[in-house]
């Protein structure tokens, strides 16, 4: 849980939606446009276990996270 939390609080730097995340089979998906988060975010992100869709070319302006998407 706590690096959950962690994850969100750097999302939270970024943006504050009304509806941040969402879940499909199995993944979580976090509303935030990656192309305004810092490389080192994202490299603290992905050890947090959220990945930038940008790099897959899905869901290319969130991250999504497979770690913590059991819905």
């Known amino acids: 849980m ?3 939390i962690k994850a969100l609080r750097i999302f939270l ?11 499909e089979h199995d993944v979580l998906y ?3 446009d990656n192309t ?8 603290e992100l992905d050890e947090l276990g959220f ?3 940008e790099e897959r070319g899905e869901y290319e ?11």
């Open 61 to 71: 302006r969130g991250f999504y996270s497979y770690k913590y998407g059991s819905c």
């Open 30 to 32: 976090v509303d935030i």
């Open 36 to 43: 305004k988060v810092s490389d080192e975010d994202k490299s």
């Open 2 to 4: 706590e690096n959950l």
């Open 13 to 23: 730097k970024y943006g504050n939606p009304t509806y941040p995340t969402h879940c």
């Open 51 to 53: 990945v930038s869709g």
